[in-house]
């Protein structure tokens, strides 16, 4: 199976294109956003050199069940989902803010929390904290929607000084983030799993907050199995995670965490289709839903895309 690492749509009423680390969105009048989620990964803000087979579909998918189990707490962007691998949604004006939350000390912040920091995003952690504990309550660490490069942590206070929102609109975004979470949180709970941090973009429509893109994905999400958490807490054990971690995980093993100089090892055959493997481990985990390995090419998308557009245009 060939991943779909470019596409080079020509859609109706098409005014332009932005290229992501994964996805290509094109822009639709002005009006519709249609999101491609490509099978490129990345990882430490570096794409790598090969694409993971439907690695976009599961991307998606779960966007797509989690954007439809939240629309009781704030509207979101998606219209129509005509393909595995696209959302067409709604254009608004985004926040330049990821809203990352956090219910446990891991990944980036336990890397700082082990470097002697003891504030994230201008929030005091707690001493004596142990990698993977569960926080008093989350937390949440927001971080600069960055242009290119590395995205940074941000403080409430450093996001309102540079104008990126207003007092108002950063509480209502961070009630927002809390809400979405403990739906995720609830749901990951009944599929056994632990919903151990995320992140949540935000943009504005006719003046209301919409939740926009991906939502409790693998690229934007960590889970852990439930079942065994707290012995191997208990015994300082790594924990049983669904993530994208094991491919950063993988990759810091190799010698490469995104430096200067850094070269990113060999992505062989056996290592793509291990990471497709467990995107579809984490799909069917997450969803309880078996996940079918359809045939899938750009012309096929694209088709699918453009009978779309015409019934919404």
Same mark, same amino acid.
């Given at each position: 199976?060939? $991943? ?16 992501? #680390? ?19 990964? !990345? ?21 797509? #069940?989690?954007?439809?189990? &939240? ?24 926040? @330049? ?14 890397? %700082? ?13 707690? /001493? ?5 504990? #569960? ?8 971080? !600069?929607? $960055? ?7 941000? !403080? ?12 108002? /609109? ?6 927002? =983030? ?6 995720? =949180?609830?749901?990951? $709970? @009944? ?22 893109? %991906?939502?409790? =994905? ?16 208990? @015994?300082? %054990?790594?924990?049983?995670?669904? !993530?994208? %971690? ?6 810091? $093993? ?15 055959? /056996?290592?793509?289709?291990?990471? &497709? ?9 997450? =969803? ?11 012309? #096929? ?13």
């Amino acid at each position: 199976m060939q $991943a779909i690492v470019k596409t080079d749509f020509s859609l109706p009423r098409q005014k332009g294109k932005y290229v992501g #680390k994964v996805r290509d969105v094109y822009d639709i009048d002005g009006k519709y956003l249609v999101m491609v989620v490509s099978d490129r990964i !990345s990882a430490f803000d570096v794409v790598l050199p090969e694409g993971i087979p439907y690695k976009g579909q599961v991307l998606n998918k779960i966007a797509e #069940k989690f954007l439809d189990a &939240t629309t009781d707490i704030l509207p979101n962007w998606k219209v129509a989902v005509p393909d595995p691998a696209v959302t067409i949604g709604y254009k608004c004006e985004p926040f @330049k803010v990821e809203m990352v939350i956090r219910g446990y000390l891991a990944g980036h912040a336990w890397r %700082e929390y082990k470097a002697g920091k003891r504030t994230l995003c201008g929030i005091t952690l707690p /001493e004596g904290m142990v990698e993977n504990q #569960k926080f008093p309550e989350p937390i949440v660490t927001p971080t !600069s929607k $960055a242009a290119e490069g590395h995205d940074e942590d941000i !403080s409430r206070e450093e996001l309102i000084a540079q104008g990126i929102c207003t007092a108002e /609109e950063f509480d209502a975004l961070e009630k927002y =983030t809390r809400a979405i979470f403990q739906r995720g =949180t609830e749901i990951a $709970a @009944k599929m056994g799993l632990i919903l151990v941090d995320t992140k949540y973009e935000f943009g504005k429509k006719d003046g209301q907050i919409y939740l926009m893109d %991906e939502v409790h =994905t693998p690229d934007s999400s960590r889970y852990f199995y439930a079942e065994g958490y707290e012995e191997r807490l208990a @015994k300082g %054990e790594r924990q049983k995670q669904l !993530s994208k %971690e094991f491919v950063r995980e993988w990759l810091m $093993a190799n010698g490469f965490q995104g430096q200067e100089g850094q070269k990113v090892p060999e992505m062989t055959p /056996e290592v793509v289709s291990h990471i &497709t493997d467990r995107y579809i481990e984490l799909y069917e985990n997450i =969803t309880g839903e078996k996940f079918e390995r359809t045939e899938y090419t750009a012309e #096929k998308i694209e088709k699918n895309v453009v009978d779309c557009l015409n019934s919404l245009l």
